[in-house]
């Protein structure tokens, strides 16, 4: 089915595929990266080393263009809710040896075997309101591979050609202009060192800290994604192309975080309180928790948001009431106030740029007018109540 599904996605790559302003039959971009679609094979010894462009890998039929087209088995994912960056979009592929699947986790990200690979392009549109690749620049790819000693985190940024990408173990700065609801912002994009990519990815186990995933976990993935026959659950396609095992029998026992884009900011009003909870939580799990965790690298703070934590009866662990370890809030004593998002730390590191003061810490170089709207909405929708005199 997979490679049917290839086959006919590859016939209409002439039509569907402007690659840098190539064509399906070839063309080379100012650099000398050629462009268009390519047959071969991923080069599986090269993603056991750290190479120094991206097409060393031979990931995408394209080189020029990680957002289409992978080679192989290789498959687009896409998550209920992303992590905020920047108003960028994301590109998101798995790549598993021939023949391998990943394995089923409840609540993890799933395991997935040696010689895995999983990349996230990002990319900017020049206006939010008209996304895609042809109105985009590539900004950088992220790579995850897995090899016997664990996931390694490797930074790959895109020349101004977008013809391809080196690798930047130290990241680097992208000076960028975006439109966003009609208003341009002017900032500088960091792409994070991959000291950095390893803190966000830190999971301690037994008191050892490796990389673990943050996408590719049930909860995230259980929506639904046109693979070319229709919109059809993400999960179950996996489960039929072999590329899952283990899955439960009954993908309706599957908790689900709620999707939340930037347009749904508009129904963050006509929310009932329950799904206003789920969805500022389902928010905080996927740009939060990674760190906010017992297993991660916040874990000091005492501030837990993992999705599956329980609000009704940890209210202290999410920030109710509770004063933070280390930061020094000035006028804000508690991470939240119910009722009163003005008074919350949580909320005011969210919407400040301040260094020291700016969470997260990495990946954020403009404000998520939408996430402080959907935070700052559940803070102000609890009842009120007075944290000096609990």
Request: proline share 6%; hydrophobic share 35%.
């Amino acid at each position: 089915m997979q490679a049917v599904r290839t086959l006919m996605l590859c016939m209409l790559a002439g039509i569907l595929l402007p690659a840098c302003g190539g064509s399906s039959s070839g063309g080379t971009a100012s650099g000398g990266q050629e462009c268009g679609i390519r047959d071969g094979d991923i080069d599986r010894a090269a993603l056991m080393q750290n190479m120094p462009r991206l097409s060393d890998y031979g990931l995408f039929q394209d080189a020029c263009n990680p957002t289409a087209f992978p080679r192989e088995n290789g498959v687009r994912y896409e998550l209920t809710s992303s992590l905020f960056s920047d108003y960028s979009s994301k590109y998101r592929f798995v790549f598993l040896p021939p023949g391998e699947s990943a394995t089923w986790q409840d609540t993890e990200a799933f395991q997935f075997p040696v010689g895995t690979v999983i990349t996230k392009t990002f990319s900017m549109p020049n206006d939010t309101a008209h996304p895609g690749f042809d109105n985009e620049r590539l900004l950088e790819t992220r790579l995850l591979i897995r090899r016997a000693g664990g996931w390694v985190a490797l930074p790959y940024i895109w020349n101004e050609e977008g013809n391809d990408a080196t690798l930047r173990i130290t990241g680097g700065g992208i000076p960028l202009s975006v439109v966003h609801n009609g208003a341009q912002r002017d900032f500088t994009y960091r792409v994070p060192d991959a000291n950095q990519c390893s803190a966000c990815h830190q999971f301690r186990v037994d008191g050892t800290a490796v990389i673990t995933l943050i996408g590719p976990r049930a909860r995230s993935l259980n929506r639904d994604v046109d693979y070319g026959a229709g919109p059809e659950s993400q999960l179950a396609y996996w489960v039929d192309e072999g590329l899952l095992s283990d899955a439960p029998a009954d993908m309706e026992t599957v908790d689900t975080v709620p999707g939340f884009s930037n347009d749904d900011a508009a129904l963050i009003p006509g929310m009932s309180d329950a799904d206003l909870l789920r969805t500022a939580k389902g928010y905080l799990d996927i740009n939060c928790a990674h760190c906010h965790r017992p297993q991660g690298s916040a874990s000091t703070s005492g501030l837990f948001l993992e999705f599956g934590r329980d609000f009704d009866s940890q209210p202290t662990q999410h920030g109710v009431c509770k004063r933070p370890i280390a930061f020094g809030g000035g006028a804000l004593s508690y991470d939240i106030v119910p009722g009163s998002a003005a008074e919350s730390i949580l909320h005011y590191r969210m919407g400040t740029l301040q260094p020291g003061h700016s969470m997260p810490t990495v990946g954020k170089a403009t404000l998520h007018t939408e996430g402080l709207a959907l935070i700052g909405a559940w803070i102000d929708r609890m009842p009120a109540f007075d944290c000096d005199g609990a």
